[in-house]
């Protein structure tokens, strides 16, 4: 079965801070793979995807991730982190199984203190 | 400005009662899905329809019951047979027919049992 691997579940930094979150995905054919955020108080944003092409994803806010096929990883990248990005971040992939099903991670809950 | 509108926001339960949450949509898609997000757990699929009429179960279905009647609204019965109801609802959409086309997210309905 498809599962996502979210090792950090509690992360906090400080202003400025560079932040790396990771993500590990199960499955063997093709992917595709998302980060989503959910800011405190609001709902859930898509922050950058991942389908084909260029393994270095640029997304919204100063993020990016990297897919690492032989790793199965894409982790999520923040190379200065604001206080306004305290919120909690899930990866998400999307394998075989048709209908646009997505398989999510259980979340990593990001404190950043100024 | 399209988007989804979840209703309500908070909603209590007594024992041996069913409650229904809506959702509806205006960004014309045709795929619809609702999530359960509990802490520590990420979110995880209930039910999801990719056409009207129609829907399938996702990974935790019992106790949960949908129907999708029109295009815009997909709203979900929480029965008496789910033991434990108490979580954050999600419900969300997405474009049919293109696999790699994001979900957009409602802002959730939090359930608690009385």
């Known amino acids: 079965a498809q599962s996502v691997s979210q090792h950090n579940h509690h992360v906090i930094l400080s202003e400025a801070a560079s932040l790396e979150l990771g993500c590990n995905y199960s499955?063997?054919?093709?992917?595709?793979l998302f980060w989503y955020v959910q800011y405190p108080g609001q709902h859930l944003q898509l922050l950058l995807k991942?389908?084909?092409?260029?393994?270095l994803v640029k997304g919204i806010k100063g993020f990016e991730a990297e897919f690492i096929k032989s790793k199965f990883s894409f982790n999520l990248r923040k190379p200065s982190v604001q206080w306004s990005d305290t919120a909690e971040y899930f990866c998400?992939?999307?394998?075989?199984?048709?209908?646009?099903?997505?398989?999510f991670g259980a979340g990593t809950r990001l404190a950043v203190h100024p | 400005d399209g988007g989804i509108t979840q209703s309500p926001k908070y909603l209590f339960r007594k024992e041996g009662q069913n409650v229904t949450l809506s959702c509806e949509q205006n960004?014309?898609?045709?795929?619809m899905y609702w999530y359960r997000q509990d802490p520590g757990q990420g979110l995880r699929l209930i039910y999801y329809?990719?056409?009207?009429?129609?829907?399938q179960k996702g990974d935790i279905a019992e106790g949960y019951s949908v129907s999708r009647e029109k295009k815009e609204s997909f709203p979900l019965t929480v029965t008496s047979a789910q033991k434990n109801p108490t979580a954050f609802y999600l419900c969300?959409?997405?474009?049919?027919?293109?696999?790699?086309?994001?979900?957009?997210f409602g802002d959730g309905t939090r359930l608690s049992i009385l």
């Open positions: 998400a992939v999307r394998g075989s199984g048709g209908y646009n099903k997505l398989i």
């Open positions: 329809s990719q056409i009207v009429n129609d829907f």
């Open positions: 991942y389908f084909s092409g260029d393994p």
């Open positions: 499955y063997g054919g093709t992917v595709n």
């Open positions: 969300a959409s997405s474009a049919k027919g293109f696999g790699n086309q994001p979900q957009h």
């Open positions: 960004l014309n898609h045709d795929a």
